[in-house]
């Protein structure tokens, strides 16, 4: 047995069959159209993402064919090492065929390696004779990428939001609702009753990449389903990301300054997020940040990019918590614990992950697709730079007398300037850099002129200056 087949049989595989030719594949971000397909070998132990949009049957037969293919599809699995993972597409359904009537997913991971999953039984055989139809993961490069866009998401993240079935997979499409969205459709609608109509229209929604800022095309009601008290059982598979009201963001009988400084400050709702919802892990709210990143750019999850852009300004308009605990206003009640301790690494670490969905991105992303989307970064982007640069002098005399404290504001600015280094290339925009008022000159879009006193990007392009971005290592003892 030579080295390549040892490594064929030791790592994952997930076998994939009746996806008809000429659909779309995605793994971890990249996307093909396939053939003689049977899925893809020497699966990194880890996270992954595929995506799947069936063609019709007359592109099987007529390569040529314009038909388009179908909404998006997603599977998000954990995989150990060496496990396989099998599964086959129904082209009748739409969707990933399954042996039993399906159970209510899981909202939370197994307990240990292994548990309370159905084992997937492949003999080596088997897996050596689909050998020249699997594909091999593609290269160490596309796992670097796919770690930088993902590196916080756990599978409590993916049980939690998307929700696990019998096999431990999350299962979504680019129709599948939130249950933010499903609670503010019955609200306008002043559904009282325990009846909830439903359904989705497939094979008519083409997904190309342009099609992202597209009209969700109206459902085809297919049944209507009897909900019990608890609206547990007949209905769809919702997203449950975090709950939040942007419009109430302030603590509960607040009046006076209090309501109006956290009403613009979302310090306080942010923590609340945490300290209720994520078991007061901050990294947690990273991971759903991420998570409904790749939903709606790889899915095209329409669900998932109203949660993303609600989570991105939640933490770019927390203003008190880029302050040290010793410089944050007293005039205001801070209850949540984690407006005691410093909060950079959550800044530094969400400045990273930024960089790393900007750099994932076509730089006709925005232009072409969500223009929109762009404009509500660089409004909250500019709340955060103005938050920075007021803060920059309480961190400074601080970090004058503990080393520890200036290398990770350090690394604040540094990323800062990465990103601002990034977006200025790729999409034209005008972040600035974090300095004392330097904000002031900067308007709501981000795209105003630099005073004549500013130090420019390309002057920090070379030598120790330089930006860098680095990996999550040097910020994990403030996460504990």
């Not at 993902?150 to 299962?171: I, S």
């Not at 750099?359 to 509500?376: C, G, K, M, N, V």
Request: glycine content about 8%; aromatic content about 8%; overall charge negative.
């Amino acid at each position: 047995m030579d080295q390549l087949e040892r490594k064929l049989l030791k790592d994952a595989a997930l076998i994939l069959t009746g996806l008809p030719r000429g659909s779309e594949f995605g793994l971890d971000g990249r996307l093909w159209q396939v053939d003689r397909f049977s899925g893809v070998k020497m699966l990194p132990a880890g996270f992954h993402f595929f995506v799947f949009s069936a063609a019709p049957a007359s592109a099987a037969s007529d390569p040529s064919s314009s038909q388009g293919v179908a909404a998006r599809h997603g599977l998000l699995r954990f995989f150990e090492p060496g496990e396989r993972l099998v599964q086959e597409w129904d082209n009748t359904h739409e969707e990933l065929k399954r042996t039993a009537p399906p159970k209510k997913r899981r909202r939370t991971a197994r307990a240990s390696s292994g548990s309370e999953a159905e084992a997937t039984l492949v003999s080596d055989d088997y897996l050596k004779r689909l050998d020249s139809s699997l594909a091999p993961y593609p290269s160490d490069a596309l796992g670097e990428q796919w770690r930088a866009l993902a590196g916080f998401v756990t599978e409590e993240t993916v049980a939690r939001v998307v929700g696990l079935d019998e096999q431990r997979c999350g299962v979504v499409d680019a129709l599948t609702s939130s249950a933010a969205d499903e609670a503010g459709m019955a609200a306008g609608a002043g559904q009282t009753s325990a009846q909830r109509t439903w359904g989705k229209a497939r094979g008519a929604a083409t997904a190309g990449e342009g099609d992202v800022d597209a009209a969700d095309p109206q459902p085809d009601v297919r049944e209507v389903v009897e909900l019990d008290k608890d609206g547990e059982e007949g209905g769809p598979e919702l997203l449950e990301f975090v709950k939040f009201d942007e419009r109430r963001s302030w603590p509960r009988g607040a009046v006076g300054e209090e309501l109006t400084h956290w009403s613009k400050d979302k310090s306080w709702q942010l923590s609340e997020v945490v300290r209720s919802q994520l078991n007061d892990d901050p990294k947690e709210l990273l991971a759903e940040l991420q998570l409904a990143f790749v939903l709606f750019s790889l899915v095209h999850n329409f669900s998932s990019l109203s949660t993303y852009k609600s989570l991105f300004s939640l933490i770019c308009r927390s203003a008190t918590l880029v302050y040290p605990p010793s410089s944050r206003p007293t005039t205001t009640s801070l209850p949540s614990p984690l407006l005691s301790t410093t909060s950079l690494p959550l800044f530094a670490s969400f400045l990273s992950a930024f960089h790393a969905q900007v750099d994932f991105l076509d730089e006709t992303f925005f232009s072409a697709q969500l223009p929109s989307l762009e404009q509500h970064l660089l409004d909250s982007l500019a709340e955060l730079s103005q938050a920075l640069s007021d803060a920059l002098p309480a961190w400074e005399d601080l970090g004058a007398h503990d080393a520890a404290v200036a290398g990770v504001w350090n690394e604040v600015i540094r990323r800062w300037d990465a990103l601002a280094a990034l977006t200025t290339a790729k999409f034209g925009w005008d972040l600035g850099v974090v300095r004392g008022s330097r904000a002031k000159y900067l308007s709501a879009g981000g795209r105003a002129q630099r005073a004549a006193d500013e130090v420019d990007l390309e002057d920090l392009e070379e030598g120790e200056d330089a930006p860098v971005v680095l990996d999550e290592e040097g910020l994990g003892e403030y996460y504990g």
